[in-house]
Nanobody, 116 residues
Framework: QVQLAESGGGLVQAGGSLRLSCAASGLTFSRYPMGWFRQAPGKEREFVASITWSGGSTLYADSVKGRFTISRDNDKNTVYLQMNSLKPEDTALYYC?????????WGQGTQVTVSL
């Protein structure tokens, strides 16, 4: 059974940092490109960042470019999202996703709240 477990969310002041983790089990993690998405109240889920299976290539939404960094450790079956210079508009439930061919898996999400 595939499981993606996000952690690391919390309450932080604007300008602060958080590091999210997503631990994967039940799949060959190193074969899966991984992504982070977020969903704020009343809004649709949106793309944040993605990383190839090897970690050699990353992609970011314009809204987080230069502030967030996605990385992965295939030995630990974990993908990370380092979030710096956080803004109140970054407040959302953050999800990780594993995608390969026509299969995708989602975690349950971790809440990030950024206060003024």
């Amino acid at each position: 059974q595939v499981q993606l477990a996000e952690s690391g969310g919390g309450l932080v002041q604007a300008g602060g940092s958080l590091r999210l983790s997503c631990a994967a089990s039940g799949l060959t993690f190193s074969r899966y490109p991984m992504g982070w998405f977020r969903q704020a109240p009343g809004k649709e889920r949106e793309f944040v960042a993605s990383i190839t299976w090897s970690g050699g290539s990353t992609l970011y939404a314009d809204s987080v470019k230069g502030r967030f960094t996605i990385s992965r450790d295939n030995d630990k079956n974990t993908v990370y999202l380092q979030m710096n210079s956080l803004k109140p508009e970054d407040t959302a439930l953050y999800y990780c996703k594993a995608t390969r061919l026509f299969t995708e898996y989602w975690g349950q999400g971790t809440q990030v709240t950024v206060s003024l």
